[in-house]
């Protein structure tokens, strides 16, 4: 995955951790817990990404 797609990628789960963490349902908050690790899970491709997009200009 390009830098760009993991930053879209990520911007999605965040907007989805942040609905779920608003609501009050017992649900939402399983829902915002996957959200939170599921981005977690993507900041080390995007440092790689990031680092060889940088190196590639």
Do not use: C, W
Not at 21 to 35: F, I
């Amino acid at each position: 995955m390009s830098k760009q797609e993991l930053y879209e990628e990520m911007t999605r789960l965040f907007t989805e951790f942040q609905a779920a963490h608003n609501s009050t349902k017992k649900k939402d908050a399983a829902a915002a817990r996957k959200a939170a690790n599921a981005l977690k899970k993507l900041i080390t491709p995007y440092n790689k990404a990031s680092v060889e997009e940088g190196k590639a200009k």
